[in-house]
């Protein structure tokens, strides 16, 4: 189900173009998405979403329109009580004209669903930067959604390459930063533990900033080693389609889907349900 950002929002057929060839989303990548759940013919956490779209739009320089959280409803009511997901995306537009805003919803990829219940492998990769720099240039848009994926694509390649459905993005300096499309949390210690997001450029998550107060366990946003991940306990990633996702192999070491893992992951879908 298609629908487009206007004054009210309009539903269109999915085939329908909706960006011209000159857009600067598509010739220079300056757009940015959201990506949410739908459950219940309601998207989940729509405010938390709603707020980062602001704040990658700003970074990217883009001047949001209003009617967001309308669209987004048009969009999940046309699609029904069915769980889905609803990805909404603003384009800079072209040169002479304004952006242009629209929402998706499809049903969730079977993998996903997988992955949430069974878990994924994954290998820790450089990103080739030190821990601190993506926050001291804000250039380089750390911390921004954007739909320029490639490098994000490229490394889920490198990590299928390597036996393993996903990766962990580390620095040159040996921490933890984030996942291609994830937040990263590991279990160490008896606490729950995720890498700081302003400190090292790294997308705010949403589903993080749901599930992580959910743990039963204490949480500590700190920075974070790689070898204190190797030899974590647990390892989750945390995503909007996917939610808590138990990491049962990584680097070639056996994990399993953990106590802590396994509450959250309850717990997120219940908070999900809930609305």
């Given at each position: 189900m298609l629908a487009l950002l206007a004054d009210p929002p309009r539903l269109v057929d999915p085939t329908t173009p909706v960006l011209r060839a000159d857009d600067l989303g598509l010739s220079r990548g300056e757009s940015v998405f959201e990506t949410l759940r739908v459950a219940g013919g309601r998207p989940a956490f729509l405010d938390l979403h709603l707020e980062r779209l602001a704040r990658s739009a700003a970074r990217v320089a883009i001047d949001l329109p209003g009617g967001w959280a309308e669209l987004a409803h048009v969009a999940t009511r046309a699609y029904g009580a069915a769980d889905g997901v609803l990805r909404l995306t603003c384009s800079k537009g072209a040169p002479d004209a304004e952006p242009v805003g629209f929402a998706l919803v499809t049903p969730v990829p079977p993998a996903s669903v997988a992955a949430r219940e069974r878990g994924v492998s994954a290998v820790t990769l450089t990103l080739g930067v030190p821990v601190a720099l993506r926050a001291e240039a804000p250039w380089l848009l750390g911390g921004v959604k954007s739909t320029s994926y490639?490098?994000?694509?490229?490394?889920?390649?490198?990590?299928?390459?390597?036996?393993?459905?996903?990766?962990?993005?580390?620095?040159?300096?040996?921490?933890?930063?984030?996942?291609?499309?994830s937040t990263v949390a590991w279990v160490a210690g008896g606490r729950l533990v995720?890498?700081?997001?302003?400190?090292?450029?790294?997308?705010?998550?949403?589903?993080?900033?749901v599930a992580l107060a959910l743990s039963p366990v204490p949480v500590d946003v700190r920075l974070g080693t790689v070898d204190e991940l190797r030899t974590a306990d647990e390892v989750l990633l945390l995503s909007s389609v996917r939610g808590v996702t138990p990491v049962v192999r990584l680097d070639g070491r056996e994990l399993g889907a953990g106590p802590v893992t396994t509450a959250v992951r309850a717990a997120f879908e219940r908070a999900v349900l809930e609305g």
């Open positions: 490639a490098v994000n694509m490229a490394t889920l390649r490198a990590a299928e390459a390597a036996g393993a459905e996903d990766a962990i993005w580390t620095s040159t300096d040996g921490y933890v930063l984030e996942a291609p499309t995720t890498p700081p997001a302003d400190q090292v450029g790294t997308l705010p998550g949403t589903t993080a900033a």
